[in-house]
């Protein structure tokens, strides 16, 4: 298994939120910095991760490698969704829907990293009840990872896939 992750790849990390904590010891306030990140390959693989540090790059660096270890796979149709989907985490709702070739990405900000990293192209997503970032990046991955694409129902039907070449 180790030999098969060494294989060089391309990823691209997103920056989704960087918030400055604080923590009230005796001498005041210690500030650290937490960012959340998103990386993808752009090929269907996606991962969060949220670093903690007292500095940016370095809490950015943590999340990066956490969101790497935290990979999952999903199931894309071309440049969109195969069907459409509601991801839930929390209080956190994301509603996507696919959309025809040239639509263009529309989304907000945590969604927009999530489906960029992923390499989705063309689809229609809303944000329902709330903005937390947290909660809708872990949505809209929990969203894509329900999906399932053709093959696979053909497979659970016990069907053949009929091609459109006739």
């Known amino acids: 298994m180790r030999e098969q992750r060494e294989v060089k790849q391309d990823f691209v990390d997103k920056v989704v939120k960087i918030r400055r904590v604080a923590k009230v010891v005796k001498g005041g306030r210690r500030f650290s910095f937490s960012a959340l990140v998103v990386v993808g390959n752009k090929e269907g693989s996606i991962g969060w991760g949220l ?4 500095e940016v790059p370095e809490a ?3 999340g ?3 969101a790497k270890r935290d990979m999952v796979q999903v199931s894309l149709d071309g440049g969109t969704i195969p069907h459409e989907v509601i991801g839930v985490y929390g209080a ?6 696919p959309a025809s070739k040239g639509t263009g990405l529309i989304a907000g900000g945590a969604v927009r990293a999530v489906l960029e990293a992923v390499g989705i192209r063309d689809i229609l997503t809303k944000s329902l009840r709330t903005n937390n970032a947290h909660n809708v990046v872990k949505a809209t991955i929990q969203g894509l990872v329900s999906l399932r694409g053709v093959k696979y129902y053909a497979e659970v039907r016990g069907q053949k896939i009929k091609t459109s070449a006739s």
Do not use: F
């Open 64 to 66: 990066v490698e956490r």
């Open 60 to 62: 950015i660096r943590k």
């Open 51 to 54: 670093g903690k540090a007292n």
């Open 92 to 97: 956190g709702r994301v509603l996507m829907r």
